[in-house]
């Protein structure tokens, strides 16, 4: 008899969701779904007010990364003030907001690496749920824990220090920045008082790389085969090729690492990007228009820019990519637990990016805006910690927003999310009639690979549980478990 | 032939011009009572109510109401405060005051009450009324949501010849803010600045300039509304 299982709401991941498996006459996992069931609608929301109000406005739409969508409407601003299309700011201006971003970065994969995902990695996919979990973690290694919270702490600092306050700032503002740096902020984070300073960042992001590996040598069979499937990769990488995360050009890879998108200008990314809305999820399904709705989806985020760039412009990190790069022989890594490994790499590049910046002395001048031309359209992308984000504003004589389309990182890992709980179920669910607990948990382990925000997918509010749920062949529910 | 009054507030004694308006005369003894529609140096309108004071026992607006000899004034009550508080309120619910992505965050006279009066949330139901933004003003844009109609721009927005820019129109809880078409229109740079700064809230916006101020810097970031009066 046919089943349908559905996993609701998922938890360790940031918003709200929950999967539904249905099984054929057999037993088998005949298809499964991630519906994303909130509802925000921030592009309609913006309809009307004046375009200033953007960066920190729709930055509300998530507690997480606010300072991704702050600076991704920025910079789709700038282009409407007439100041370039990212690369046009003065110094000061541009290295503010790139210290914001790589300390948002660095606050962001700490939290997911050391709150969220390490639990599964240190007790295991079926590990008991009370001490699966961040209190888990601290108790047994305490060490990990308080290097996660000084992590984030640190990077929220940067945070504070660029965008005026830690959580939804005001720091960048069309064409510029409305702060430079004072001195005793810059000490403060070179040479702070043990362990709150960059250099300490940097041997702890270093550890965690290291930590990794060696997790990895000891559990290759689950690091490499766990919801493992092949797909296209997206990011912006720096003109040369360098990896950048806070601006570029757009480049896809697909699976053998031939180039779909050769380092086009984004701001005609609707020439080569479309979004596919399905009945059965309020989060839209993007897609290369090239390969078409059915094969053009792709990943992004840490595991797509490790593959999509071909170096990492700092010297640790760089190391630490090229390891990661020879695993694969130089290929494209389609393994979705490598997304940690790649997140880790991410880490550390953002710690030496904090630190080349913080030595830098334009970030203590005051030439902070920079205006030309005014036109009626932008589009600002970025690579927010979960992957490439899209902004994209369009204004009218009165300068109020007429139209906003965003394409969040979550939404652009739709589809490779689905693939990868399809994965999944097939391996643990085929022929069972109930969810246990170690089933749930592996479905939401591969979830949580791509650090979803499904609030900001859905542009929706609050935490994020997910249910799953199984059904027959005739639709009945068998099966039900929350987490 | 002093034209000295003597008065007190809370018990304490004080000493002003004849003819000075109570907040005013309060001011002048380093007393802070709270005021929103009223504007330094224009004549007082008396509509918000947040100034009311127990004048000889009587609720009074102290900002249109001038000292007399002997006169004994409360203010600082539990009582007293909450009133103002309940106007801070019911002006919160009226509008869509929506402070975190607001421009004015900061130097908004309406957050930096609520701040002082410990507003958290307010004892009426919110109203959402459907409020427009009008930008088609070229110095200026009037977002409608955040109006609280206390007629400072009318009252203090002037041409050299003395003609109101700004206006009500409609009535009741369509009542909002015009713009004379023409003389809006010719608005002079230093005029729009100052209609800006006239409006207690976000409701009178510049042009493309906004969030210049990091926070942190802005005007009510670091101290309490009232407090520089309070700290004579
Ligand atoms: S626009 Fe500002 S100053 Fe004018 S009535 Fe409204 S709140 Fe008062
Ligand atoms: S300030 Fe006195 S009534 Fe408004």
């Known amino acids: ?409 979550t939404t652009n890992n739709n589809e490779p999310m689905n693939r990868a709980v399809n994965s999944v179920a097939k391996e643990y669910m085929n022929g069972q009639k109930e969810i246990t607990e170690g089933m749930r948990n592996a479905v939401e382990v591969a979830i949580r690979a791509y650090d979803p925000c499904l609030s900001c997918a859905t542009h929706a509010l609050g935490q994020m549980p997910l249910e799953i749920t199984l059904f027959d062949v005739h639709n009945n529910m068998i099966d039900k478990k929350r987490s | 032939m002093s034209t000295l009054v003597k008065f007190k507030i809370d018990g304490v004694e004080c000493m002003a011009e004849r003819g000075t308006y109570i907040v005013e005369a309060a001011r002048e003894n380093g007393i802070y009572i709270p005021t929103l529609c009223n504007i330094r140096g224009v004549k007082p309108r008396g509509s918000c109510r947040i100034c009311t004071v127990l004048v000889n026992s009587r609720p009074m607006s102290a900002c249109t109401t001038p000292v007399t000899d002997g006169m004994e004034i409360i203010n600082d009550t539990p009582e007293i405060n909450d009133t103002r508080k309940s106007i801070i309120e019911v002006l919160f619910v009226e509008g869509n005051h929506f402070c975190p992505s607001c421009e004015k965050s900061g130097n908004c006279e309406l957050q930096a009450l609520a701040y002082r009066f410990q507003m958290m949330v307010p004892r009426f139901p919110y109203i959402f009324p459907n409020k427009t933004v009008d930008a088609s003003n070229p110095k200026i844009i009037k977002d409608h949501n955040r109006c609280i109609l206390c007629k400072r721009c009318i009252r203090a927005i002037k041409t050299d010849d003395g003609k109101n820019v700004f206006a009500f129109k409609k009535r009741g809880m369509k009542l909002e803010i015009i713009i004379d078409p023409e003389l809006g229109d010719n608005f002079t740079d230093e005029l729009a600045q100052k209609a800006v700064e006239i409006c207690p809230v976000g409701a009178i916006l510049p042009r493309e300039k906004g969030y210049q101020i990091p926070i942190g810097k802005r005007k009510y970031d670091q101290v309490v509304i009232g407090s520089d009066i309070e700290k004579k």
């Not at chain 1, 919801?227 to 090729?241: N, Q």
């Not at chain 1, 950048?244 to 180039?259: P, S």
């Not at chain 1, 030439?367 to 927010?384: F, P, S």
Request: with cysteine.
């Open chain 1, 1 to 409: 008899m046919g089943q349908k299982i559905t996993i609701e709401p998922v938890t360790r991941v940031e918003g709200h969701g929950k999967v539904t498996i249905h099984l054929d006459d057999k037993g088998n996992v005949r298809q499964t779904r991630l519906h994303i069931v909130e509802f925000r609608g921030f592009e309609r929301f913006v309809q009307g007010r004046p375009y200033w109000e953007a960066p920190v406005l729709v930055q509300r739409l998530c507690g997480i990364c606010p300072v991704s969508h702050h600076l991704a409407a920025a910079k789709a601003l700038d282009v409407i003030v007439g100041a370039g299309t990212g690369d046009g700011l003065t110094p000061t201006g541009e290295k503010m907001r790139r210290l914001m971003h790589y300390g948002q970065m660095f606050q962001s994969h700490a939290l997911h690496f050391f709150h969220l995902a390490s639990p599964d990695l240190l007790f295991g996919v079926d590990g008991d749920p009370l001490i699966r979990n961040v209190i888990g973690v601290a108790l047994k290694h305490k060490d990990l824990a308080v290097q996660g919270v000084m992590m984030r702490k640190f990077g929220q600092e940067i945070i504070k220090a660029t965008a005026g306050k830690k959580i939804h700032g005001t720091g960048a503002i069309p064409g510029g920045i409305n702060k430079h740096l004072s001195i005793e902020e810059r000490d403060s984070f070179l040479k702070g008082a043990d362990p709150m300073n960059i250099d300490k960042m940097i041997s702890w992001a270093q550890d965690a790389v290291d930590f990794f590996k060696a997790y990895h040598k000891e559990n290759k069979d689950f690091i490499d085969g766990f919801a493992a499937f092949p797909s296209s990769h997206l990011s912006l990488v720096r003109k040369d090729g360098a990896m950048d995360l806070y601006h570029g050009v757009l480049r896809a890879i697909d699976a053998d690492g031939k180039k779909i998108l050769n380092d086009v200008d984004y701001q005609n990314y609707d020439d080569y990007i479309d979004e596919e809305v399905k009945n059965w999820s309020y989060m839209k399904f993007p897609y290369l228009l090239e390969l078409g709705k059915e094969n053009g989806w792709y990943r992004v985020g840490p595991l797509a820019r490790c593959n999509t760039a071909d170096f990492i412009p700092t010297p640790l990190a760089q190391k630490e990519f090229e390891i990661f790069k020879n695993y694969t022989n130089g290929k494209p890594n389609n393994m979705s637990m490598h997304m940690h490994w790649a997140r880790l790499i991410e880490t550390l590049h953002a710690a030496e990016m904090m630190q080349e910046l913080l030595n830098d002395p334009d970030l203590l001048k005051d030439d902070l805006v920079i205006k030309g031309t005014k036109v009626k359209r932008g589009v600002g992308l970025i690579e927010a910690p979960r992957g490439t984000l899209f902004h994209h504003y369009e204004i009218n004589d009165n300068d109020q927003i007429e139209m906003a389309n965003l394409i969040v990182s």
